[in-house]
């Protein structure tokens, strides 16, 4: 049981170590944009943007090298190369931005249980999904705009949702009683 609780405090000091590297990296392109957003607004930006790309690079590297763009077969059902890259790549950049989330960008909410941060963060990307498919729908469908200009609007109001919710319900910090 020693054996463990070294290794877990080896692991957190490692944590740490790349939280602070990831920190201190996005803080030196922080100063030609402080009069324009607060500290923690670039951070989420920064992270969610590098976890975006991620996404991207992994969903890029599944799709064209372990699956090759062919068809996955699961029993009887087929799973096109497309919905089947995404649905590696999704839980493993969930991961990663939950963590990115957790620890640089709201670390002042460690006070709350990692479950229950996890759980209300998973409940805001589904609703993110959701939004994204009704203001495409919504744009596209009924208003009769096209996909590139509705995407675009539909990813700055999905962003500006998502922070706001990450940023007062997941993460939000509870109030010191006095």
């Given at each position: 049981?020693?054996?463990?609780?070294?290794?877990?405090?080896?692991?957190?000091?490692?944590?740490?170590?790349?939280?602070?590297?990831?920190?201190?990296?996005?803080?030196?392109?922080?100063?030609?944009?402080?009069?324009?957003?607060?500290?923690?607004?670039?951070?989420?930006?920064?992270?969610?943007?590098?976890?975006?790309?991620?996404?991207?690079?992994?969903?890029?590297?599944?799709?064209?090298?372990?699956?090759?763009?062919?068809?996955?077969?699961?029993?009887?059902?087929?799973?096109?190369?497309?919905?089947?890259?995404?649905?590696?790549?999704?839980?493993?950049?969930?991961?990663?931005?939950?963590?990115?989330?957790r620890y640089v960008v709201f670390p002042?909410?460690?006070?709350?249980?990692?479950?229950?941060?996890?759980?209300?963060?998973?409940?805001?990307?589904?609703?993110?999904?959701?939004?994204?498919?009704?203001?495409?729908?919504?744009?596209?469908?009924?208003?009769?705009?096209?996909?590139?200009?509705?995407?675009?609007?539909?990813?700055?109001?999905?962003?500006?949702?998502?922070?706001?919710?990450?940023?007062?319900?997941?993460?939000?910090?509870?109030?010191?009683?006095?």
């Amino acid at each position: 049981m020693e054996i463990l609780c070294v290794i877990l405090q080896c692991m957190q000091k490692h944590f740490r170590s790349i939280r602070d590297v990831i920190i201190s990296t996005i803080d030196s392109f922080y100063s030609p944009f402080s009069k324009m957003v607060d500290l923690q607004t670039f951070l989420y930006a920064a992270c969610g943007g590098a976890n975006a790309l991620f996404d991207i690079l992994l969903y890029s590297f599944t799709y064209n090298y372990v699956l090759q763009k062919y068809i996955v077969h699961v029993g009887t059902i087929a799973i096109s190369p497309y919905i089947a890259a995404m649905m590696f790549t999704f839980p493993v950049t969930l991961f990663t931005g939950f963590l990115l989330m957790r620890y640089v960008v709201f670390p002042d909410a460690k006070t709350t249980k990692k479950r229950v941060q996890g759980s209300r963060y998973i409940g805001v990307v589904i609703c993110c999904i959701f939004l994204n498919y009704i203001f495409l729908k919504l744009f596209i469908e009924k208003f009769g705009w096209w996909p590139l200009p509705s995407k675009m609007i539909t990813t700055v109001l999905v962003v500006l949702f998502s922070y706001f919710s990450q940023k007062h319900f997941t993460f939000r910090v509870a109030a010191i009683k006095s």
